[in-house]
């Protein structure tokens, strides 16, 4: 195996010839790929022949395996493993990390865990562990950790997601049903060109976020199947401050807008289509509750403010001209409401979700054939192009005796506030009183906002445990680090979401010496812990994965559908296309016939107004779409007093996922000089007096990057655009309100709920500075932070 940091890395283009190459197919969440492998390492990565869409991600990735940035050995933090547990006060990240036997850290992770149970019981073990980890039925890290916490006692889970907890928590209400099955009922790509006619797109559908599909995928067809609306003759608008979040090709009409205003422009199209009588009255009338009251709203009725397209124009910046023409055509033409995600990771975030499905109720689209209401609409691959799931089977994860739960985004409230209560959905929750955090599959240092709250947070429990494969940030600020295999090192079942093709993912390496897997460190410590036989059920990996596909083969049994024996599967290259189900089309049904077919709410229509959100009385969500003025934003007094503040929006990084191998080629082509960039109006950099490649210092109260300047006329003036994952560089490790030299953006954004409704992350209401930087230190975030062995 030799040390793995002089391992000689493979140059992407060195397409091997030699005899003794073989190839080899695995999936991640970016697509399927082909793997080079000579002398049992991996030498070169490409997508496979019929899949030309799919390079855009691999770039490089065989080079991330044997990369300096792999953690070999477990490690300790220095001051942990010196003085113990403490609470509160900890250094997490500014100290060394210690290397440690294996042994020695998985009695340390077993004592521990023993010790805080048994001190401060199961509800001091927080577990949420949120992330989206790696492509694979079985090494699920989220799957693997739920498994082992729940025998272990149980833990503190999250509940809700960082993409969608505004729209999870407020469309069961409206629409009804779990708050995720909204992808499968939106309208698909090839419904719309068939019957559409028009796409009114409010962040628009970019082909960047197309790359990636949880679980994998096996052809990128996003980029055709949108194409294909357009060719047909679709008419696309696009209303974001970003030109570029519909891919040329589909000739959109671009309608800039401020940040955070989409409900304002939404209210008003449904106040003119309200004030002219152009409404679909005949479907709110059987198939909706609750309009007439949501229309003495639009009309002014009730707070003497109308919602017009003049009202609009003001907070949107969007022409009370284009506002109106854009009314008339939804309701003249089959039109789909369509929405990203990123629209509702703002304060109030649930007001745009609740105003975009009233808007496609009152158009005349909603339940019939390319027209309604979407959310999320490419947001990831496959949502789309297919409704329902292969179903798949999946690790099961047993029963979590701990009943606390946080909605995902309050993580550090929560360690910071033990024992304070939070509003959630109609429910009062209390902070539990956390002792460790465990981690496998996530990032919160990169996927948290506020970070240096976060940090503050972090620095309370007594001790964290993560488990990664590189140095990560998280890695970097844990107690006990756990290195594990990477997806590439693993044999599994591949199963995208909205995909069709159940493949086998076949390790292109093996892991360097004395890696396991997750699966393999929690077998250790549940042996540690008394329950190793109840955590494996006798089987290894390899016996798991076979049993997985054996449940698999017996669902689909049931369906009619034939999988081939294991061992005939494993060589099938293609592995198998499946048919899926579920995703029925629920609106076309409920216009139908609403008495036969309710949706699951209260009702059983669509609740324009919901009795049960109005009866939480929540002041920031009441009982049907409104417009709220966000805390900050364009059109505040703050904004209007200082034009070098902008709006920064956080978007998904077109290189790469997340902040999932930040240092790989691909994502470092996206970067300047290894560093992020802030996207600038042309005019708004000029007058900043900077130019493209620029270091400027990004700043508001709660933190401070570097990043650097790439400008476009693609953008509305005085908003930024920075995406998200790079990795979290400050200059003083450890200390909170230390300037971060990679540019993550959420050293900037604020950590507030959407609302007392969802609690979900805000991430997208940031008001910013942003001025030349003197000084411009490199980014040492891809650099082997500070370790040493253990004293003998
Ligand atoms: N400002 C701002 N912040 C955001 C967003 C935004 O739009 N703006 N978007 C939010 C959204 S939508 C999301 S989903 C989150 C994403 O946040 P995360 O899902 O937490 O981000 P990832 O970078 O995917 O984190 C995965 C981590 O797990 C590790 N990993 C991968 N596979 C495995 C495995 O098999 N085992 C183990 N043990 N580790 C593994 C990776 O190395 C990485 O460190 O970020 C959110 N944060
Ligand atoms: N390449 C790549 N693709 C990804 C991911 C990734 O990490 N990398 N992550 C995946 C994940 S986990 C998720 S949740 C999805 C997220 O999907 P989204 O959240 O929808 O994606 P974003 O890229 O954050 O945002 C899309 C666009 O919304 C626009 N926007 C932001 N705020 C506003 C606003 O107030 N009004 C309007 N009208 N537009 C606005 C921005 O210009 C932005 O470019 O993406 C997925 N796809
Ligand atoms: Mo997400």
Sequence with gaps: MGDPKSAGAARPDERVAAASAEIRRTTTHWGTYDFTVRDGRARATAAPPDNPFGQTLANGLHETLDHPLRIVRPHVREGWLEHGPRVGGNRRGGEPMVEVEWDHAYDLVARELARVRSEHGDEAVFG?????????????????IHRFLNLDGGYVSSRNSYSVGAQEVVLPHVLGGPGMGMFDWSPQWSEIAEHGELVVSFGGAPLKNTRVNQGGMRRNRAAEAQRACADAGVRFVLVSPLRDDLAPELRAEWIPIRPGTDTALMLAMAGHLAAEGREDREFLERCCVGYERFRSYLLGERDGVPKTPEWAAEISGVPAATVRELAEAVSHRRTVVSLTWSLQRAQYGEQPYWAGATLAAMSGSMGRPGGGFAAGL?????????RGSMGVASLPQGRNPVRAFIPVARVSDMLLRPGDTVDYDGEVLTYPDIRLVYWAGGNPFHHQQDLNKLLRAWNRPETIVVHDSWWTPVARYADIVLPVATPLERDDLAAGSRDTTLLAMRRVQDPPEGIPTDFGAFAEIAARRGFAEQFTEGLDADGWVRRLFAETAA????????????????????????????????FAKLRENPEANPLATPSGRIEIFSGTVAGFGYDDCPGHAVWLAPTEWLGSAEAAADENL??????????????????SAASLATKIDGREAIVLHVDDANRLGVADGDVVRVSNARGACLAAVRTTEGILRRVAVMATGGWYDPVSPGEPGSLDLQGNPNVLTPDIGTSRLAQASSAQTCLVRVGASPEAPRSRAYEVPVTRRAAP
Aim: charged fraction near 20%; glycine fraction near 14%; proline fraction near 5%.
């Design 128 to 144: 949420g562990s949120y992330g989206w980890g790696s492509a694979g039925r079985f090494h699920h890290a989220q799957s693997q």
């Design 378 to 386: 490419s947001m990831t691959h496959g949502i789309g192009l297919h």
């Design 555 to 586: 669902r689909l049994a049931a369906r009619g559908v034939e999988l081939p024996d294991y061992d005939e599967f494993v060589k099938l290259p293609d592995g198998v296309e499946l048919p899926l189900r579920g995703g029925d089309d629920i």
């Design 646 to 663: 902008f709006h920064l929006l956080s978007h998904q990084p077109r290189g790469r996922l997340h902040s999932q191998i930040d240092f």
